[in-house]
């Protein structure tokens, strides 16, 4: 009877392992952050647009419209193609280097981390502080002007980046990971499904023949030894 059991278990192995839960749970907030960076896309275009119509009094020119696009990126063929060349120098740099270039690495990784935590908690902020703001922005000076509800994400982000350096959480270090993936979605175009196909194309060789592959040149996994030097 157990040998039975047994082997029906080995049999259905697969199934199991499709309905791992770590497996089921990486897929939907992949596809949560690909949809909620995509709206934030769509919303970041209809403010712009809305903006660019008041000042011009339903006249758009286009020169105002390369001033509201002109926190976005739009990537051409050749930035496509440099793209995964430019991560893979990061990570030899990285993997070489980390030890004398430990405090840089850090300080970077903490802006970058800061900023894009500070746009993926903006929606939160903003429905928090509604019924308690006006709207108006709080001018720094050359700093420039922020309304109460960037401030407050801003602060949010730096503090949860203060607590990662401090502890190392993995799980602090995923929500950094989610706000790089929900900006780089809302501040990056693709505007050809040839750009696309490069960038895709490139970032998969990228990810395999670091991940499994760089063992054989470097006797050490590079992406696997760089990830860990970050915990």
């Not at 275009?45 to 001033?67: F, K, M, V, Y």
């Not at 990971?177 to 990228?206: E, H, N, Q």
């Not at 395999?208 to 006797?219: C, E, K």
Request: overall charge negative; glycine content about 4%.
């Amino acid at each position: 009877m157990a040998d039975a059991a047994n082997a029906q278990t080995v049999e259905y192995q697969w199934a199991y392992n499709i309905v791992d839960s770590s497996r089921v749970s990486t897929f939907l907030i992949s596809m949560l952050l690909i949809v909620y960076g995509s709206f934030r896309s769509l919303n970041m275009e209809q403010e712009a647009r809305e903006r660019a119509t008041g000042s011009t009094n339903c006249l758009l020119n286009p020169s105002t419209q390369s001033q509201t696009d002109n926190n976005v990126q739009t990537l051409d063929t050749l930035q496509a193609l440099c793209l995964p060349l430019g991560a893979s120098i990061s990570l030899l740099v990285m993997f070489f280097f980390f030890d004398s270039m430990q405090m840089l690495f850090a300080i970077c990784t903490a802006i970058i981390a800061t900023v894009a935590l500070a746009f993926l908690l903006l929606p939160m902020c903003q429905y928090i502080i509604r019924p308690c703001s006006d709207g108006n922005k709080i001018s720094f000076g050359m700093c420039g002007r922020f309304t109460g509800a960037e401030l407050l994400s801003f602060s949010l982000s730096v503090f949860i980046v203060c607590i990662w350096v401090l502890t190392g959480h993995w799980l602090l270090m995923d929500a950094m990971g989610m706000g790089l993936c929900v900006a780089f979605i809302a501040f990056v175009r693709l505007p050809s499904l040839k750009v696309s196909t490069l960038l895709l194309t490139g970032l998969l060789i990228y990810d395999v023949f670091w991940v499994f592959f760089s063992s054989y040149i470097f006797s050490t996994n590079v992406m696997v030894k760089v990830s860990s030097l970050f915990h």
